[in-house]
Nanobody, 116 residues
Framework: QVQLVESGGGLAQAGGSLRVFCAASGSIFSINVMGWYRQAPGKTRELVAVITTGGSTNYADSVKGRFTISRGNAKNTVYLQMNSLKPEDTAVYYC??????????WGKGTLVTVSS
């Protein structure tokens, strides 16, 4: 079992920045990939960015060049730095820890609101 707790987020103006943070606990040795997903009102959850244990990253096209995912000094932590925010970035951001292709865990989410 893996437990994920997100923090950060909040309200920002368009063009501003925010950072969200996720800490994993439990069977953290089994985590292969950590990442961030988001779900806007009335929309399905979508991938934002992921990072592997080896440090490889992948981003949604909509956030490339604006968002940066990174691991903290403790490998069970992951950050998402969000710059040049747009109103369409408004969503609940969820941390995800993938164990296998069939097993992953989710945090409860943190709300990011970007005003125009």
């Amino acid at each position: 079992q893996v437990q994920l707790v997100e923090s950060g987020g909040g309200l920002a103006q368009a063009g501003g920045s925010l950072r969200v943070f996720c800490a994993a606990s439990g069977s953290i040795f089994s985590i292969n990939v950590m990442g961030w997903y988001r779900q806007a009102p009335g929309k399905t959850r979508e991938l934002v960015a992921v990072i592997t244990t080896g440090g490889s990253t992948n981003y949604a096209d909509s956030v490339k060049g604006r968002f940066t995912i990174s691991r903290g000094n403790a490998k069970n932590t992951v950050y998402l730095q969000m710059n040049s925010l747009k109103p369409e970035d408004t969503a609940v951001y969820y941390c995800n820890a993938q164990i296998t292709s069939r097993t992953s865990y989710w945090g409860k989410g943190t709300l990011v609101t970007v005003s125009s």
